[in-house]
Each structure stands twice: as structure tokens, then as C-alpha cells.
DNA sequence: GCCGATCCGATAGACGACTATCAGTTTGGT
DNA sequence: ACCAAACTGATAGTCGTCTATCGGATCGGC
């Protein structure tokens, strides 16, 4: 997913750079997150000097890839759910299927957690697109109206981070979506501290 | 905090341990996580091979220096809020203050997480010292009584992934608290699916 | 099909994490 | 005070990330 358009990519440039991408997700999810970017290239079948050009640090290679899996992927799913005609179980769905997602792809998010890669804007499109769901929630009465947009932003991360915590192959996440839900209910909601904004890039580094 | 008693150190390597963890909680606290483990052992007054002796890695050696932090300075918060005759409002002061001392040592939690010092074990000393006050809580019928220990520690560190979003000096994360304790609240709680056991070891890598 | 702009692979080097070795110092039990 | 065991700093080497350079190959507008 390159950014905004500096020049297009010659031809060649962006089938190396498809390559890599190709490479490193086969690599991470065969293998997890120690895997030399050397390799990379070799399976990609292009110079290491090639990778670097393209993607300066590891960070960027991995949040790339992530990108592309999250274009092909998630995207498709959260649509649908997004018709759903009761936004409260349109946000299961959602959360649901993207927790199922990435615990699949297990080793490619734990090389994302390891090298950085997910900042506090990534999947900006995702939640923009879920942003009509949760207003119509609120509208309804079933999601508590007190909730912004970043607030889902970092309860996702929340989510995420738990299936660190347990084998991916079971389902033990899911617990944790009912409560986020049990959370985002009105239903005996507490009044919320104000939200301060999101961080651009990642910190403490 | 070396674990079990192999054989007590002699005198002048606990000394050097102690000078070691003291420079990485200074170094990191100052400039981040990426400083480097010679310069930890400089300022230390040790040589790079005793660091390396004692701390066989990045890793270890700063999850030791968080666990002494710990001991210092959560345990003892932590006694107080135990006895509190409200269980709930004892739980809750023990989050809030908990996220409070882990913003503080904002860098030294995101060096934690860098190096993959935050695993699954973690501050278990902790949540034995919490499960009373949970169970209390569950006896009384303020904390939902579907919850076990291990959700307790995994909601805590996903309390702990949200301060990577904001800058630590606001209070940002009092809203993910009060979110939490309404998910823990018995009133509208969804029956949830079965736990699974914690990971013992930091899995993906 | 020409030719400049773009992109390529190879290579060299800096730096930090980490391992291994070893001669010299410090400790602590007697 | 002695001495073996424990501990030390220095040093040398491996590996992976990342920067920089450069002659040669490829592309694409004409």
C-alpha cells in the first residue's frame, strides 16, 4: 500500500516490490517473526539492497504486508456485517470475524507486535468504515452514546493484544469480545473521563 | 530478583546486579528503550561480559528491573486497596493506581514491551494478592461471578496496551478503566464462552 | 529502437546484541 | 592469613539491521 502518489512505481520496481511483500508474509507466518530480512529478498528472488529501497525498515516491510492482508481480508468481511440490520450484533460480527482473522494469522501479527508495526492510525479505513455502524447504534439505544470512534480504535488493540495471552487455535478470545460488548452496552453505564487523542506514532521507542 | 536460590550470589556480584538494574531503570527512564546495553554496563561502572552474566539478555534484564519497580512501589499500593470494605471500589482503585505508576514509567513499560519483557507470568505475585478482594467482590455480588483470575491479568495488560495510544501525561486511560470495571460489573452481564489457560512463554517469536 | 531516468544487485561498512574465552582479582570459609 | 572457588574486565568473533555507493540492466516516452 504505498502512500499517496510521490510518481507511480516503474513497472518492474512494483513487481519486486509485490514479491517481497509475497515473501515476507509466506516467511512470518511459516516461520514467525525471526526471520532475516536477508532471506526475504532470497525468496523473493531479489537483492537485499532491493528490499531496503523499497521498504526502509522492517517495521514498514511487516505494516505493509499487514496492510495488503487487511485490504484483501478484512475489509470484505466488515462490509458485510455492516448491513447488518442490528448494529449491536453488526459489532459482534465485526469484532468477531476480525479477532478470527488475525488469530489466524498469528505469526504475521506477532511480527507486527515485534517490530512496531502497528501504530495508532493503522486500519484507519476499517474504522472509518465502521463509523456509520456505531452511530446508528447509538441512535438505537444499543451501544452507549458516551463512545467516540477512538475509543473502538483502542478497544480493538485491547483485543488484539490479548491473543498473546493464549493459544491462537483455540478460541479463548472470545470471551473477551462478550465483555468488550457486556462494556459498550448502555446498560449500566458508568459516565466515562474524558478521551484524550490518539498518539500519531508510536512512542516510548 | 533472581528467582530461586541456585546458590546466593557472592557479595560483590549482587552488588554489581544491583548497580546494573539501577542504571538500566535510570537510562531507560531517561532516553527510552533504545539505549544500548554497553552504555547500561558503563554507567553501572561494570564491564559489558558482567551485564551479559547476569542479565543473559535485553529481556530478562528488564523485566528484573520492572519487578524490583513492582515490589518497591505497586505491592504496597496494592495492600491498601485490598482492605477496602467495598470490594468493587477496591478493585477500582487498584487499576487506577496500578495504570498510574505504569504511566509514570512510561519508558520503562515501552522498553518491557520492546524487548518482550511482559509475558504471560508476569506480576503473579500481584494477582495472587488480588484474587481475596475478587472473590469478596463475587460474594457480595458487585464483581460479575463469571470472571476467574486469568481474565483479571489479561484485562490488566490490555488496560496497559492503551497507554501506547496517548501521551501518558493526560489521564486518557481513566476512560478504559471505568470501561472496564462496567464490563466486570454483574448488572447486564452476557453469559460468557469458556476461558483457556495462559501461555506460559512469550509465544510468535 | 533510442536514450535518459529509473531501478537493479553486489558490496563495504557501522552498530548493537549476544557468545566464548581467559588471565587476573575478590571473596569467604577455615 | 591462606587458597580454591567465584567473579571480574577485556577482547575477539558471529549475526542481523540498516546506510551508502556504484557500475550495469531495464523501462518507457518519444
Known sequence: MPSEPSRPLRADAARNSEKILRAARELYAERGSDVPLEE????AGVGIATLYRRFPDKAILVRTALEQTFTEEVLPV???ALEDEDPRRGLAAVLESTMRL???DYNMMAAARDFGSLTAEAGTRFFEALAPLIERGQRTGVIRDDIVL???RRIMAMLLSVLWTMDPREDG???YVVLVLDALSPEGASPLPPAVPLYKRRPGG
Not at 40 to 43: D, S, T, W, Y
Request: cysteine-free; proline content about 0%.
Open 40 to 43: 526475504i529478498a532470497r525468496r
Open 78 to 80: 466488515l462490509e458485510r
Open 102 to 104: 488475525n488469530a489466524r
Open 150 to 152: 477512538d475509543d473502538l
Open 173 to 175: 478470545w472470545q470471551r
